[in-house]
Nanobody
Framework: QVQLVESGGGLVQAGGSLRLSCAASGRTFSMYAMGWFRQAPGKEREFVARIRWSGGSTYYVASVKGRFTISRDNDKNTVYLQMNSLKSEDTAVYYC???????????WGQGTQVTVSS
């Protein structure tokens, strides 16, 4: 099991930027990937981005491509989500997740609120 702690959420105006962080501890040595998901009020949780722990390849949902960047610091066991050009529709609780096999996430953080005002 991996323990995940997110930070960096907050309130920002449309067009602004925020950086989320997610620190991992525990069974990090065998992680396959880490990802970010979000859940807006009244909607289901959706995938945002993920990064392979080995190699660093990334993948984004179309709605954030070109605006968000996921990165990792292996030495610190931390993954980041740099969010630029934020829109009101980005408002959601953002969750960090870790997985030990392709396409599967077995550990989740507690979530951090991101609110974008228009």
């Amino acid at each position: 099991q991996v323990q995940l702690v997110e930070s960096g959420g907050g309130l920002v105006q449309a067009g602004g930027s925020l950086r989320l962080s997610c620190a991992a501890s525990g069974r990090t040595f065998s992680m396959y990937a880490m990802g970010w998901f979000r859940q807006a009020p009244g909607k289901e949780r959706e995938f945002v981005a993920r990064i392979r722990w080995s190699g660093g390849s990334t993948y984004y949902v179309a709605s954030v491509k070109g605006r968000f960047t996921i990165s990792r610091d292996n030495d610190k066991n931390t993954v980041y989500l740099q969010m630029n050009s934020l829109k009101s529709e980005d408002t959601a609780v953002y969750y960090c997740a870790a997985g030990h096999s392709a396409g599967s996430y077995d550990s989740w953080g507690q979530g951090t609120q991101v609110t974008v005002s228009s």
